[in-house]
């Protein structure tokens, strides 16, 4: 991962995620990922946002917003966007992932994977709306 020049929207950077997806693995992923909480892996609340945005270009393949809540336990709850080779705006409200409400988020990733392979992700503008 590293913050690059050029972003969505004119922005001066993002954050350019690259690497390989092992084939030896079954559940391989991998991406940045976001605690919001006191410390890693806390609960915070964000339910007065309603909805995860963000801008995101890449290399034409299927990525994945892995959303941890402290009410499902620690598997992912998770949501497909492609990210193709122009920036483009996603949105996507919380009960999309499993109808949660946002009250007791742990983490959220932006994943490549599980399919083995090399990969290039980039995202800008995250936030909660």
Same mark, same amino acid.
């Given at each position: 991962?590293?913050?690059?020049?050029?972003?969505?929207?004119?922005?001066?950077?993002?954050?350019?995620?690259?690497?390989?997806?092992?084939?030896?693995?079954?559940?391989?992923?991998?991406?940045?990922?976001?605690?919001?909480?006191?410390?890693?892996?806390?609960?915070?609340?964000?339910?007065?946002?309603?909805?995860?945005?963000?801008?995101?270009?890449?290399?034409?393949?299927?990525?994945?917003?892995?959303? $941890?809540?402290?009410?499902? =336990?620690?598997?992912?709850?998770?949501?497909? #966007?492609? /990210? !193709? +080779?122009?920036?483009?705006?996603?949105?996507?409200?919380?009960?999309? $992932?499993?109808?949660?409400? =946002?009250?007791?988020?742990?983490?959220?990733? #932006?994943? /490549? !994977? +599980?399919?083995?392979?090399?990969?290039?992700?980039?995202?800008?503008?995250?936030?909660?709306?």
């Amino acid at each position: 991962m590293k913050v690059v020049d050029g972003g969505a929207n004119g922005t001066a950077k993002s954050l350019e995620t690259t690497g390989t997806v092992a084939r030896c693995l079954r559940s391989a992923w991998a991406g940045p990922m976001f605690m919001p909480g006191i410390q890693a892996m806390a609960p915070a609340d964000l339910s007065s946002a309603k909805s995860l945005h963000f801008w995101a270009k890449g290399d034409g393949h299927t990525y994945h917003v892995m959303l $941890f809540a402290k009410s499902k =336990g620690f598997m992912p709850l998770s949501v497909d #966007f492609v /990210a !193709g +080779p122009e920036w483009k705006e996603y949105a996507f409200p919380f009960t999309a $992932f499993e109808g949660i409400d =946002g009250h007791d988020v742990m983490g959220i990733a #932006f994943t /490549a !994977g +599980p399919t083995p392979g090399p990969f290039s992700l980039r995202i800008d503008e995250v936030s909660f709306k």
